[in-house]
């Protein structure tokens, strides 16, 4: 049996969410959020959640998940995306995998063995977290040169993960062989010119503070008292908490979502072009972005006719 599954990618503000629906009307699909905040459940706003309404209508998978007390690895993604994956494909459906979080669809489409990977350490992290970068970079190199030397020069996330790893595992990351996977995958990416993506982007931040944004994170905040790590990275959360603190004013809150945002989007964009095989679609001009789309998806799937080929 063939097994395949489509990937909408790209960076934030390029219409993945309003196409995967579109397409999801048009072909058996069942989407699976690949979107590391969208975990989260009542950050709705913040994350431009699709309303609880459409996905009644279209089946939607990993939204909704754990609360922002918790947090939700990259392995415990794999293993339940994969999952997730082939009960869709039972159900004579096909897999509609969306997001703009580039290392959770690579351990899909590349089959990063994360699951083997050491749990995270939060003693170490606090111990390595004290450290200058360079220190960091020296002690990473000693430990695994070619890991160190692919990661970016300011990024202590990762380079922490590499020490962590090999505390952990006694192994280096470098070591870690991909495994296999047996899904075909067909990847379409969505881009928009820069400063088109921006404006866009500016206009969605507009658009959050009108939905009640502030709102939702007053609720959250009286409701939970400890947030996860990585929900508290969420760009706009952190922020808004600022504001209710009295450390930003409102505007200077924005402002910063805003510029956390176009940051994202560049990151992004710099991390899919490292990406193989992405069919690239410019969604500025949506129907047409529509159009080609369902071109390729229909050439991926008519070998097979559809779901009743599966």
């Known amino acids: 049996m063939n097994k395949k599954a489509v990937i909408i990618l790209g960076p934030t503000a390029t219409h993945k969410t309003k196409l995967s629906l579109f397409l999801a009307e048009r ?12 975990f989260y459940k009542e950050m709705d706003i913040g994350t431009d959640k699709i309303p609880l309404s459409q996905r009644k209508i279209i089946p939607h998978h990993l939204i909704d998940i754990i609360t922002i007390e918790e947090e939700f690895s990259i392995a415990q993604f794999k293993v339940r995306a994969e999952r997730i994956m082939n009960e869709i494909l039972a159900r004579k459906h096909y ?11 690579r351990a899909l489409t590349e089959g990063f063995p994360v699951e083997d990977f050491a749990p995270p350490d939060k003693k170490l992290r606090e111990e390595l977290s004290a ?4 220190e960091l970079r020296s002690a ?34 470098s070591e870690v062989e991909n495994r296999k996977t047996d899904f075909q995958f067909l990847k379409i990416g969505l881009i928009k010119r820069r400063d088109i993506l921006y404006g866009d982007i500016e206009k969605r931040v507009d658009e959050m503070f009108e939905q009640g944004f502030v709102e939702e ?9 400890n947030w996860s790590k990585t929900a508290l990275q969420a760009i706009g959360y952190k922020e808004i908490l600022a504001y209710l603190r009295g450390k ?45 789309a369902v071109a390729l998806i229909g050439e991926f799937l008519k070998p097979y006719g559809g779901a009743e080929g599966i």
């Open 95 to 105: 897999p509609l995998i969306v997001g703009g979080s580039g290392l959770y669809i």
């Open 27 to 38: 072909f058996p699909f069942e989407i699976i959020s690949a979107d590391s905040m969208q």
């Open 217 to 225: 994170v007053v609720r959250l905040s009286e409701k939970y008292g």
């Open 248 to 292: 930003l004013s409102l505007d200077m809150a924005k402002e910063e979502i805003k510029k956390r945002t176009r940051h994202l989007a560049k990151r992004q964009i710099t991390w899919f072009k490292k990406e193989k095989n992405v069919h690239w679609i410019n969604s500025e001009d949506f129907e047409r972005a529509k159009k080609e």
């Open 140 to 173: 990473a190199e000693k430990i695994d040169p070619l890991s160190a030397n692919r990661v970016g020069k300011n990024d202590r996330k990762r380079l922490i993960r590499i020490i962590e790893f090999y505390r952990g595992t006694g192994k280096r990351l």
């Open 131 to 134: 450290l200058s970068i360079s």
